[in-house]
């Protein structure tokens, strides 16, 4: 197998009730070039049932302890891609996200870093 444009960093802690959505948008990107790296950062919920469910070759689910900074450094160290795209398990991908942010970092060389804007949407305590 090929190693992908982009790998996605995704630390998941207790966050099952948007879990879904999330792993969604990241698998329905129009970019298909990338690896998922879902890594259960200490989960005491439904997280790993949900990572399981998918049946994804891009998929590549890892379990650590709980310590965040660890386990992004774990995700880091570990990426295949070319490029890393930072995601928690409670955001939501536009589904032009990887594509738009790839051929951006493709342009020029000069860029290191490619950020979005966000859009706050449901209950905000």
Request: net charge neutral; with cysteine; aromatic share 8%.
């Amino acid at each position: 197998m090929k190693e992908p444009k982009i790998s996605i960093i995704l630390p998941v802690y207790n966050a099952g009730k948007y879990l879904k959505d999330c792993i969604d948008s990241v698998i329905n990107q129009s970019f298909k070039d990338f690896e998922l790296l879902a890594i259960d950062d200490g989960c005491t919920d439904n997280c790993m049932k949900i990572l399981e469910s998918y049946n994804d070759n891009r998929i590549r689910i890892h379990h650590k302890g709980h310590n965040f900074i660890r386990t992004l450094n774990w995700g880091i160290l570990n990426a295949k891609g070319k490029y890393i795209a930072r995601m928690d398990a409670d955001d939501i991908m536009h589904i032009d996200r990887l594509r738009i942010q790839y051929n951006i970092m493709q342009s020029d060389s000069q860029i290191d870093i490619c950020s979005t804007w966000v859009k706050i949407f449901g209950d905000i305590p």
